[in-house]
């Protein structure tokens, strides 16, 4: 029994990773890929890839919407879980980061479970509600720019039907969030969020604290 949450060092991270992780041998050369790249901490931590994965089998999502795609391992983690007939929408602006996605989409067997939609995010929601998609989504994982979650999670929320999820990364932001102070606009974005949802009587929620924090929001 323990009344607060394990501070996680090095050697708690290598035991997570290295010996109770499963992890897809193809998601592990993704994530040494794109270690490489100029951005790397844009990715998600392995271990959330695979609690997202998992809520993915107990939530029953058929359809997921992803903001935020970059090289791939969130959205190949997620449709490695959906069943034969689901599907995943991403939205991402980058075309060299996505075209890493692809090529391991297609190496994964699921690219035919998803759509890329390059573009604006903002742009991309519009189009999805001017299609009339409203409330047709089982789960949204936002990971986009910072500065503009509460319009995503506003738009997310509209898209979402009712009992469905939503999850938004770095809810924590390297733990800067816990200073109420911290001068950066995008802390101060997300720490307005994390207190939206908390108060916001259309959800419940749970932030978690995992990798560099992920809100949990469903929608009632």
Not at 63 to 68: A, D, Y
Not at 89 to 102: F, G, K, M, N, W
Not at 156 to 172: C, F, H, K, M
Request: aromatic residues 6%; glycine residues 8%; proline residues 5%.
């Amino acid at each position: 029994m323990s009344r607060r949450t394990l501070r996680i060092t090095d050697e708690i991270h290598a035991y997570l990773t290295d010996e109770t992780l499963r992890e897809p041998p193809l998601l592990a050369e993704l994530r040494a890929e794109t270690a490489e790249l100029p951005n790397p901490d844009m990715q998600i931590a392995p271990e959330q890839g695979g609690f997202m994965a998992l809520l993915v089998e107990l939530t029953g999502a058929r359809r997921i919407l992803e903001l935020g795609t970059f090289t791939g391992y969130s959205s190949t983690a997620m449709a490695l879980a959906l069943p034969e007939e689901g599907r995943i929408v991403c939205l991402d602006r980058s075309e060299e980061y996505t075209a890493i996605a692809r090529r391991y989409w297609r190496r994964a067997g699921v690219e035919d479970r998803i759509e890329l939609r390059l573009g604006d995010a903002v742009d991309g929601l519009a189009s999805l509600r001017a299609e009339g998609l409203d409330g047709s989504f089982d789960l949204v994982f936002i990971d986009a720019d910072k500065d503009g979650e509460d319009h995503y999670y506003e738009q997310a929320l509209a898209l979402l039907r009712p009992g469905g999820l939503i999850l938004v990364d770095n809810a924590l932001w390297h733990g800067r969030v816990a200073d109420a102070e911290h001068p950066n606009p995008t802390t101060q974005a997300i720490r307005e969020l994390n207190r939206k949802v908390r108060d916001d009587e259309r959800v419940s929620m749970c932030l978690l604290p995992i990798a560099d924090g992920l809100l949990m929001a469903r929608k009632r």
